[in-house]
């Protein structure tokens, strides 16, 4: 069985005294308010950005520039979500990943399952307590769908209008083999556009509706 989104998609909570500003890599979904197609289009299979997806994307890849720790992995712009992988390096290296998500050394190519499904959690935009924590990804979370809001909001001159749903969803990802297999499903995900379940005119509605 292949990566399914509606289990990826269940609500559930953040895991219990995990630290998430630890070096590991992180799949992270973040959805627009009210699934509102926003970013573009998909066209015969590839996504093409609007200014407003452009403007995602700019604010996603400075987050690496600014912040030494993180860097951006895989990355997609879909209509109304968005998809990336978030590394958080310690700068000693460039890891695999063992069984608990902690980095160690470079991620090398490996073989994809795809029977293997991930599990993924609904995650909290504000940190515990309401103390942010520095690198960690619910701050870089934070802070990006802030940017990219204010200049969205700036270019089609609505201030104060939400881009983005409240929460977001993540994924420890906790090898080099799910690493690989997310990857492709991020690059792929424009092919899938029609059955994708944020898609608002998909084929996975249409079919619920009908039974």
Do not use: H, W
């Given at each position: 069985m292949g990566f399914d989104p509606d289990k990826n998609h269940r609500?559930?909570?953040?895991?219990?005294?995990?630290?998430?500003?630890?070096?590991?890599?992180?799949?992270?979904?973040?959805?627009?308010?009210?699934?509102e197609c926003l970013f573009g289009e998909v066209i015969a299979g590839e996504m093409k950005l609007?200014?407003?997806?452009?403007?995602?994307?700019?604010?996603w890849f400075?987050?690496?520039?600014?912040?030494?720790?993180?860097?951006?992995?895989?990355?997609?712009?879909?209509p109304n979500h968005v998809h990336g992988i978030l590394v958080i390096d310690d700068g000693?290296?460039?890891?695999?990943?063992?069984?608990?998500?902690?980095l160690h050394r470079a991620p090398t190519t490996t073989t994809i399952q795809r029977s293997h499904i991930i599990t993924t959690q609904h995650v909290p935009?504000?940190?515990?307590?309401?103390?942010?924590?520095p690198d960690s990804i619910?701050?870089?979370?934070?802070?990006?769908?802030?940017?990219?809001?204010?200049?969205?909001?700036?270019?089609?001159?609505?201030?104060?209008v939400a881009v983005w749903q409240r929460n977001y969803y993540e994924h420890?990802?906790?090898?080099?083999?799910?690493?690989?297999y997310i990857r492709e499903y991020i690059a792929t995900n424009p092919a899938r556009w029609a059955e994708d379940r944020e898609?608002?005119?998909?084929?996975?509605?249409?079919?619920?509706?009908q039974r």
């Open positions: 609500r559930s909570i953040r895991l219990a005294k995990y630290d998430y500003s630890q070096a590991g890599a992180y799949f992270v979904t973040i959805c627009t308010r009210y699934r609007n200014a407003f997806g452009q403007i995602v994307v700019e604010e400075k987050t690496g520039v600014i912040r030494p720790r993180i860097r951006s992995d895989a990355f997609m712009v879909m000693c290296c460039r890891g695999t990943l063992d069984g608990r998500g902690t935009t504000v940190e515990r307590f309401g103390k942010p924590t619910p701050t870089i979370v934070r802070l990006f769908k802030s940017a990219a809001t204010k200049q969205i909001n700036e270019l089609r001159q609505m201030p104060g420890i990802i906790r090898n080099d083999t799910e690493l690989g898609n608002p005119d998909g084929k996975t509605k249409t079919q619920q509706q």
